[in-house]
């Protein structure tokens, strides 16, 4: 379980995965700030859940590309809620479909500005606090992409997640000896509103059929199963986890590899 009295921040939190994160951490215990870009309604729809089963939460909206704009979410939270204790780094988009030949610089730019520097302005925003009180949580949500699966149209993406990866190990090492771990989880093929698209229900489903057949466990993932694997790192039981990325896949099998 998180730390008593403990407070979360996730980003991108609206919808798909860092809403089930959002639940899971505020029925964890801890209270919540559901950041949002531009999905204010889902953002306030989940803020009344956590709410409506006695949990602490607001919604707070940013842009994770803008580092004055993550300033003040992070300042808000506080305020509100309290000392952040735990920070979940979930806001990213997905270039969907961006090869060599349709490579565009300022699809990717915004990619990049997203996916990592988003991750790069969270931290910095709350390193500050928790090295201060000596403890802290940090995760971040990368992608299996960034291994190598074979998934076509994810290059650019995965190249943003890999950075997220080598990001987790060395800012673990930089913030460890103020007690405060920096983990990652790379999720598999998840169920969402992001993978499903603009395909239809036909074309989702024989989605669903191929992505599960490349994973040893035959089923897709959920956003519960990225939420739980978020809350054991977030806990006082992971105290001792740190640098590492976890990959909850389902044991996928379409790896680019030559081990």
């Keep these: 379980m998180p730390q008593a009295g403990s407070v ?14 959002a639940q899971r951490l505020a029925q964890a215990g801890a209270a919540v700030a559901v950041n949002y870009t531009a999905k ?28 004055a ?23 990213g988009i997905s270039g969907r479909g961006l090869t060599l030949d349709t490579y565009d610089p300022a699809v990717v730019a915004r990619l990049r500005a997203v996916n990592v520097d988003g991750v790069i302005h969270t931290v910095r925003a709350v390193a500050p606090g928790m090295r201060a009180r000596r403890y802290g949580r940090i995760i971040n949500i990368a992608s299996i992409a960034a291994i190598g699966t074979a998934f076509p149209g994810t290059t650019f993406y995965a190249a943003s997640k890999a950075e997220v990866m080598i990001l987790t190990r060395r800012f ?20 969402t509103d992001m993978t499903r698209g603009a395909l239809s229900e036909a074309e989702f489903a024989e989605r669903v059929r191929q992505m599960s057949e490349r994973a040893m466990l ?10 739980a694997a978020v809350v054991f790192l977030a806990s006082e039981e992971a105290g001792f986890v740190t640098a590492q990325v976890l990959a909850v896949d389902g044991g996928r099998m379409d790896y680019i590899g030559h081990g």
């Design 69 to 91: 704009a993550v300033a003040a979410m992070v300042a808000r939270t506080e305020a509100e809620l309290g000392p952040i204790s735990i920070l979940v780094n979930n806001a």
């Design 172 to 191: 673990a090492m930089e913030l460890g000896p103020f007690g405060i771990t920096v983990n990652a989880v790379a999720p598999g093929w998840i169920v």
């Design 40 to 67: 204010a309604e889902a953002a306030e729809a989940l803020v009344a859940r956590i709410r409506a089963e006695g949990g602490r939460a607001i919604a707070v909206q940013a842009d994770v590309a803008d580092a």
């Design 218 to 227: 035959g089923r897709p993932g959920k956003p519960e199963d990225i939420a």
């Design 8 to 21: 979360a921040l996730v980003t991108g939190a609206s919808r798909g995965i860092g809403a089930a994160i």
